[in-house]
Nanobody, 122 residues
């Protein structure tokens, strides 16, 4: 019942900016850690950034200083502000979250969004 939906992807020129958003939808649930992953063509999926409920963040070295992750615990949303985009940032970006569903009454499980494509032209 709980699911993640990403938005904000698109085509942008190098040096431009995009803001990705992800919302966890459903009822009677909470999220723990949330993050953004990306997978470029022919590449393995990599963690771009993640954030805890307390606001502690981690970034991949390749995006540090350019990307900023943030979240709203009450709304169960997470965003990724991407500045100074480079062609090598081109990838499908996916939102992830550790979710506890009170309707299920079980432990946390990993939830993934459908992904949103970011294309950066040179």
């Amino acid at each position: 019942q709980v699911h993640l939906v990403e938005s904000g992807g698109g085509l942008v020129q190098a040096g431009g900016s995009l803001r990705l958003s992800c919302a966890a939808s459903g009822t009677f649930f909470v999220t723990r850690a949330m993050g953004w992953w990306r997978q470029a063509p022919g590449q393995q999926r990599e963690l771009v950034a993640d954030i805890t409920r307390s606001g502690s963040t981690n970034y991949a070295d390749s995006v540090k200083g350019r990307f900023t992750i943030s979240r709203d615990n009450a709304k169960n949303t997470v965003s990724l502000q991407m500045n100074s985009l480079k062609p090598e940032d081109t990838a499908v970006y996916s939102c992830s979250a550790d979710v506890y569903d009170f309707k299920r009454g079980s432990g946390y499980f990993e939830l993934w969004g459908q992904g949103t494509l970011v294309t950066v032209s040179s």
